[in-house]
């Protein structure tokens, strides 16, 4: 594990969405509005156009 130890040696992590801010944002926002009410009202409307 000494080498993930950040005293001795910086760890990068890249990825298309590391330090976004935007997508920070809108996960946020997401977290926050998705209440079981609209979970389930978004299943109600996937079932009904996978029939």
Same mark, same amino acid.
């Given at each position: 594990?000494?080498?993930?130890?950040? !005293?001795?040696?910086?760890?990068?992590? =890249?990825?298309?969405?590391? *330090?976004?801010?935007?997508?920070?944002? $809108?996960?946020? !926002?997401?977290?926050?509005?998705?209440? =079981?009410?609209?979970?389930? *009202?978004?299943?109600?409307?996937?079932? $009904?156009?996978?029939?």
């Amino acid at each position: 594990m000494r080498i993930f130890d950040p !005293v001795d040696m910086k760890v990068f992590h =890249t990825g298309t969405f590391n *330090a976004n801010p935007v997508t920070m944002s $809108a996960g946020e !926002v997401s977290v926050r509005e998705l209440t =079981t009410e609209r979970i389930a *009202a978004m299943e109600t409307l996937c079932r $009904a156009l996978n029939d």
